[in-house]
Nanobody, 126 residues
Framework: VQLQAFGGGLVQPGGFLRLSCLAP????????MGWFRQAPGKEREFVSA????????????YYADSVKGRFTISRDNAKNTVYLQMNSLKPEDTAVYYC????????????????WGQGTLVTVSS
């Protein structure tokens, strides 16, 4: 599974960005998807995840405490794409953001994600 993350860029504090991750292939609907980030000099950390369920009402969504209420994860199985809407961005959100896919249920454990995208840089600065 080849993951392609894009949508990063430079934004001022308080601004917003939407990241997208394309996962071509017929298996997308069976994959749980996650977003992780790595800030300069820091370890990669969990941001958000969404489970694979084909029912919109059953999508499990998970967020790191640091982004709850500001970030929203969603997916469009018809487009093989998962999104991360990031609002009220803060300088501490600056990082390379990675999307990842797992055949398990959505999880915060990055070791369980088998497939990774190349990362997209988000810089929050005035």
């Amino acid at each position: 599974v080849q993951l392609q993350a894009f949508g990063g860029g430079l934004v001022q504090p308080g601004g917003f960005l939407r990241l997208s991750c394309l996962a071509p292939g017929q298996t997308f609907g069976t994959l749980s998807m996650g977003w992780f980030r790595q800030a300069p000099g820091k370890e990669r950390e969990f941001v958000s995840a969404i489970t694979w369920s084909s029912s919109a009402t059953l999508y499990g969504k998970y967020y790191a405490d640091s982004v709850k209420g500001r970030f929203t994860i969603s997916r469009d199985n018809a487009k093989n794409t998962v999104y991360l809407q990031m609002n009220s961005l803060k300088p501490e959100d600056t990082a390379v953001y990675y999307c990842a896919a797992t055949t398990t249920i959505a999880t915060t454990d990055q070791t369980l994600y088998r497939y990774w995208g190349q990362g997209t840089l988000v810089t929050v600065s005035s």
